[in-house]
């Protein structure tokens, strides 16, 4: 890894056109157009690792990947970060101590697709063409940009770059200082958005330690799942729409009785491959807005399919076919089959995704 530069990007978008995030071989996928794009911005194959993966029109309005590039070849980023020796390590331990195969999570869910993880292959330098920035001069001499080979903590020192042979517009100093970030958005950032369809949108680019991982180092993840009653042609494939209001508190109650457990077998998918099912939740809560009902749900980690179940179990709880007592029943059983159904994917929406060093 000496050689190359890991980055994080972020990302949203509208899943309503793609089969999930994850690359699939026969249909397309969030990850398969931002790779495409990526590589065409930087004339180099470029993979992307995401923090999960999303179901089939499953949309996300926070999601974070990672891919690496060489270093001879910087891209566009958007601000530098520093991490703590503290921090540093805790994620190197991360890295290190994670299997992939625990973390099969909904993040959310791809039904015919297990997740790749492992260090995505270096790429060496490529002689990239010149992207017209506003912060970059021309100079067909040696680059005046200083390497950033250091593997530790890093601070980018957002000065006009003199090199034109990468994509990066910054030239970058190595310190342990606090960071200090350009909120505009970067010509380049805007370039790639100019590449991807409209139903994606990337926000920020952000070089990170060699360490870091999209996956393993995501300390919290969010969902919302949307409802809404009055027909509306503006939220289709956006919201499900019910025609009657169930009973919010009683749904709630069902709610925190989730949260008193943390192996939520009977929210999984069958024939999943994971260690283990458990998984600490932080928040369930319906929230009323207007003509929407909206349900928030923070945990660690989440299984496949596992928000869409929950909350089909709750809207059995109210609609009044079972009581919030019964959920304690469908949980203990750790069968599949007691839970409720799994409701639409239009709904649902990953919304946060926390790491340490972010």
Same mark, same amino acid.
């Given at each position: 890894?000496?050689d190359?530069?890991?980055?994080?990007? =972020?990302?949203?978008?509208?899943?309503?056109?793609y089969?999930?995030?994850?690359?699939?071989?026969?249909?397309? *996928?969030?990850q398969?157009v931002?790779?495409k794009?990526l590589?065409?911005? $930087?004339?180099?194959?470029? =993979?992307?690792?995401?923090?999960?993966?999303?179901?089939?029109? #499953?949309?996300?309005?926070?999601?974070?990947?990672?891919?690496?590039?060489g270093?001879?070849?910087? +891209?566009?980023v958007?601000? +530098?970060?520093s991490?703590?020796?503290?921090?540093?390590?805790?994620?190197?331990?991360? %890295?290190?101590?994670?299997?992939?195969s @625990?973390?099969?999570?909904?993040q959310? @869910?791809?039904?015919?697709?297990?997740i790749?993880?492992? &260090?995505?292959?270096?790429?060496?330098?490529?002689?990239?063409?010149? #992207?017209n920035?506003?912060l970059s001069?021309? &100079?067909?001499? +040696? *680059?005046?940009?200083?390497?950033?080979?250091?593997?530790?903590? *890093?601070t980018m020192?957002?000065?006009p770059?003199?090199?034109?042979?990468?994509?990066s %517009?910054?030239? @970058?100093?190595?310190?342990h200082?606090? @960071? %200090?970030i350009?909120?505009?958005? +970067?010509?380049?950032?805007?370039?790639? &958005?100019?590449?991807?369809?409209?139903?994606?949108?990337?926000?920020?680019?952000i070089p990170?330690?060699?360490?870091?991982?999209?996956?393993?180092?995501?300390?919290?993840?969010?969902?919302?799942y949307?409802?809404?009653?009055?027909?509306?042609?503006?939220?289709?494939?956006?919201?499900w729409?019910?025609?009657?209001?169930?009973?919010?508190? $009683?749904?709630?109650?069902?709610?925190?009785?989730?949260?008193?457990?943390?192996d939520?077998s009977?929210?999984s998918?069958?024939?999943?491959?994971?260690?283990?099912n &458990?998984?600490?939740?932080?928040?369930?809560?319906?929230?009323s807005?207007?003509?929407?009902?909206?349900?928030?749900?923070?945990?660690?980690?989440? $299984?496949?399919?596992?928000?869409r179940a929950?909350v089909?179990?709750?809207?059995?709880?109210?609609?009044?076919?079972?009581?919030? =007592?019964e959920?304690?029943?469908?949980?203990? *059983?750790?069968?599949?089959?007691?839970?409720?159904v799994?409701?639409?994917?239009c709904?649902?929406?990953?919304?946060?995704?926390?790491?340490?060093y $972010?």
């Open positions: 890894m000496a190359t530069q890991r980055y994080f990007i =972020e990302l949203a978008y509208d899943g309503t056109n089969h999930g995030w994850q690359i699939q071989h026969n249909a397309i *996928s969030v398969q931002l790779n794009a590589s065409t911005l $930087l004339r180099m194959p470029v =993979e992307t690792l995401g923090c999960g993966r999303t179901d089939t029109g #499953v949309h996300a309005k926070q999601l974070y990947a990672h891919f690496d590039i270093r001879q070849e910087q +891209p566009i958007d601000g +530098p970060w991490m703590d020796e503290g921090q540093q390590k805790k994620a190197q331990k991360r %890295t290190i101590a994670h299997n992939p @625990s973390m099969d999570e909904e959310p @869910s791809i039904d015919n697709e297990q790749t993880s492992g &260090n995505i292959p270096s790429t060496q330098a490529h002689g990239l063409p010149t #992207v920035d506003t001069t021309t &100079n067909h001499g +040696p *680059s005046t940009t200083p390497s950033a080979a250091n593997h530790g903590p *890093s020192d957002h000065r770059s003199t090199t034109n042979h990468g994509l %517009t910054t030239s @970058s100093t190595t310190h200082g606090p @960071s %200090t350009d909120h505009g958005l +970067p010509q380049k950032t805007r370039s790639l &958005n100019a590449l991807l369809p409209h139903d994606i949108a990337v926000k920020r680019i990170v330690h060699a360490d870091a991982h999209a996956r393993f180092d995501a300390t919290l993840r969010s969902y919302e949307h409802v809404h009653f009055e027909k509306d042609p503006f939220l289709n494939n956006l919201s729409q019910l025609r009657d209001r169930p009973d919010v508190g $009683l749904m709630n109650q069902a709610a925190q009785i989730v949260m008193e457990y943390t939520f009977c929210f998918k069958s024939n999943t491959q994971v260690k283990t &458990n998984c600490k939740i932080s928040r369930a809560e319906w929230v807005n207007g003509d929407k009902l909206i349900f928030h749900i923070s945990a660690d980690r989440f $299984l496949r399919n596992m928000v929950i089909g179990t709750l809207m059995m709880v109210g609609k009044g076919d079972i009581k919030p =007592e959920v304690r029943r469908i949980i203990e *059983s750790k069968n599949r089959s007691n839970a409720g799994s409701v639409p994917a709904g649902l929406y990953l919304t946060e995704v926390r790491y340490p $972010l």
